[in-house]
């Protein structure tokens, strides 16, 4: 067979050139429509109009695991985060939505869904310490990460203090009964009382100390006047030691 002639060769590269144009464009297409058609995503569409938005929420994750680049799953997961009532995951897959399409005509609705997470995330922080329509919109975020930080700090302290307050010991008191309660006398040279019908030394001592430990220093506090417990009457003012 003989050459074919060039104007021939020249028109039939260019038919080659187009188709294969074309079937790019074709494939494209296709990429940017098949996350719409696929079958999970109609899924969550629909439970989406069933007011259903955790099993709708299902399906759309499921099309993010499974598709790279899967931008409209991420809207939709972060619209039903927010019905949800959870600004985080929301905020989390907004971004994506706009890392994926900076330049889409919903670009500017999601920016706007994004600060309505921010400002659900500060109401629902213990104590509401911000309304939301106190601070602007661009300072949210950091004012949120300075909350987090003071709570996280504020949570040490208190940590630290129940630590110390365990390692402290006092000195048991037990409270004085109402009945006798005229029979103690505080001083500025010390403690005094007054004893009362069927004390002993040592029930004493559980009065102002918690235990009979102490019985003997009381004794000895008042060796002046009371020789041995048997010596004991009502009526008696005794020191109390410290």
């Not at 007011?51 to 993010?64: H, T």
């Not at 399409?101 to 995330?121: F, G, R």
């Not at 911000?130 to 949210?140: N, R, S, T, Y």
Request: glycine share 6%; with cysteine.
């Amino acid at each position: 067979m003989g050459r074919l002639p060039q104007y021939v060769f020249g028109s039939l590269l260019g038919i080659a050139f187009m188709g294969l144009v074309g079937c790019d464009d074709n494939s494209a297409s296709g990429n940017r429509t098949f996350e719409l058609e696929d079958p999970e995503f109609r899924q969550g569409l629909l439970f989406e109009k069933q007011n259903e938005p955790r099993r709708a929420l299902e399906c759309f994750l499921k099309v993010i695991d499974s598709r790279k680049g899967s931008a409209e799953s991420h809207l939709e997961a972060g619209r039903m985060w927010l019905d949800l009532k959870d600004p985080l995951p929301a905020i989390y897959h907004f971004n994506q939505y706009i890392r994926l399409k900076p330049n889409s005509e919903q670009s500017l609705i999601v920016k706007q869904m994004i600060k309505t997470a921010e400002k659900l995330y500060v109401q629902q922080l213990p104590g509401r310490p911000l309304e939301p329509d106190e601070i602007g919109a661009a300072d949210q975020s950091d004012r949120v990460r300075k909350l987090q930080l003071e709570n996280d700090r504020l949570k040490r302290e208190v940590s630290e203090l129940s630590r110390t307050n365990k390692t402290e010991i006092t000195s048991p008191v037990a409270p004085m009964p109402g009945k006798n309660a005229t029979a103690v006398t505080r001083t500025a040279t010390g403690t005094t009382y007054t004893v009362q019908q069927k004390d002993t030394l040592s029930s004493i001592s559980r009065k102002f100390f918690g235990s009979d430990k102490r019985s003997n220093d009381i004794l000895k506090a008042n060796s002046d006047k009371l020789k041995s417990p048997a010596g004991l009457k009502p009526g008696m003012v005794l020191i109390i030691p410290q």
